[in-house]
């Protein structure tokens, strides 16, 4: 399984989407905007997937987040939740997009 870092601003979507990867067997950290995931990324680049919102409170939004994430790790898959329907583009070929409301199925098809 992965190793995946969740950033989402939302507890109780953060709580949930936690739950649902932790329970499908994913070794997972949360963190609640970007630059706590940023500062997570620094201290440990072992991660295989980025897992996170677009609009976030702080400094970097999910579409920066990535952009930093990309220079410390080049293999880093990308998987960004989000409420808007444009990744203005931004979203690299490899990257996945789930379109919030999600569930864990969806959620789960997106890290396949």
């Not at 864990?104 to 997106?110: H, M, Q, V, Y």
Request: charged share 30%; glycine share 8%.
């Amino acid at each position: 399984m992965a190793k995946i870092l969740l950033v989402e601003d939302e507890m109780l979507v953060r709580e949930l989407a936690f739950e649902d990867l932790t329970d499908a067997g994913h070794d997972v950290i949360a963190a609640g905007s970007g630059d706590e995931a940023l500062a997570i990324l620094r201290r440990d680049q072992a991660f295989d997937v980025l897992f996170t919102d677009i609009r976030m409170p702080g400094e970097l939004d999910g579409w920066q987040l990535a952009e930093e994430a990309r220079q410390l790790i080049p293999s880093l898959k990308i998987v960004y939740a989000t409420g808007l329907n444009d990744d203005g583009g931004r979203k690299q070929p490899d990257d996945r997009m789930l379109a919030k409301p999600y569930r864990k199925g969806d959620l789960l098809n997106a890290l396949a």
